[in-house]
């Protein structure tokens, strides 16, 4: 199959490319880029004012699989991804059971590969039902096929017991990718500490239950030699950490959600429990600082902690709900709408922090439009404006906060080697037909690619 991508805007961060070009694709392979081709091929696709970028790459995203099957599945996730313009993403280990061990990492990537429209990678817990007392079989489960260890959704408090999980990191050379936040201070919090919460009479979480525990790692990830990755960082001293950290030549690298660059403690509407999420909305200066470190690159990697829950799992008060919201299918458009047409990125830097550096990081042969390179890449429209339809989503939940918000630019087509598997004129799934992803392509354990 030879397809040929006419007039688009190619934007690769790994070679600095921003030009109007045409891509050819054969076999699921870019094998050339230039302008005005004349190739012939059996299937042409005009992206006349359109960007093409690197699929887009989440390190962050809970699948709820196995265990949780009512919120989400490896397939119903990542035909969510694909809708969203994420051609790979990596799932986090807090499931039914943990994944914990070997078998449930070879699990969840057997079911990605018969069923998952795009890449899944599974990355490992870093205690033993993530109980916090005693390390997982780290090593096992990077043999298997994982490429990092996190306790997301959970922070492991033992200082030792943390220690020691960066030092089997680093001697593998897997990153650890760290949910910091000090459960001391937590203390029952549902929403951020500020002013305008404490008028809905709900319990806060302050800014240092978060900045403490990412002090702490950034010390430990010294001490060992580990790479660092900082999971949804939401503080303006976050912002403050990381810098000094890089300053200091720390192999540390951090992440933002979206929600946490677009909405405020000031925007939750009461009772909506679509706005609790861990970490939480924080105050309009935390988002400031947050929009200017992604600028100034100092947080590297626009992630989406997509996090599902049923309708009934929400339905009830801000006390008992869950943390979390999705967000495969609004990153995308929230990104530039917020942070592109806002003036704080150029599109370059889009595609560096949806796709590029998360590759870089994880250590994965993607992330770039290199000829050779397996054709996953997602052709965007920045000149689209529409309105977001939770009801229009993939994934099998529908909590979001930004139901109904008006946003610019939207996936057009996303593929994943050559193959499409979202094409906004279409609106179900299509059936996975690819062909697994080949060696090139392929997570190399240990691998610190560029």
Known sequence: MTILIKNGRVIDPATKTDEVLDVLIEDGIIVKKEKNSKAKADKKIDATGCFVMPGFIDMHVHLRDPGFNDKETVETGAQAAARGGYTTIFAMPNTRPVVDNADVVDYVQKKAQSLALVNVFQIGAVTKEQKGEELADIEGMVKAGSPAISEDGKTVMNSFLAREAMREAARLNIPVLAHCEDAGLVRGGVVNADETTAKMGLKGIVNAAENTIIARDIVLAQDTGARLHLCHCSTKESVALVKHA???????????????FTLTSDDIKEGDTNYKMSPPLRTRADVEALRQGLKDDIMDVIATDHAPHTAD??????????????????AASLTYTELVKGGYLTPMQMAEKMSYNPAKIMGLKKGSLRDGREADLVIFDPEATYTIDKNKFWSKSKNTPFDGREVTGEVKMTFVAGELVYDRDSQTPPKKVRRDADKEGAYIPGARLK
């Open 313 to 330: 799992d929400k339905n009830t008060s801000m006390k008992r709900a869950p943390f979390g919201i999705v967000g495969l299918e609004t």
């Open 246 to 260: 890089k300053e200091e030549q720390a192999s540390v690298t951090a992440e933002v959600c979206p929600h946490h």
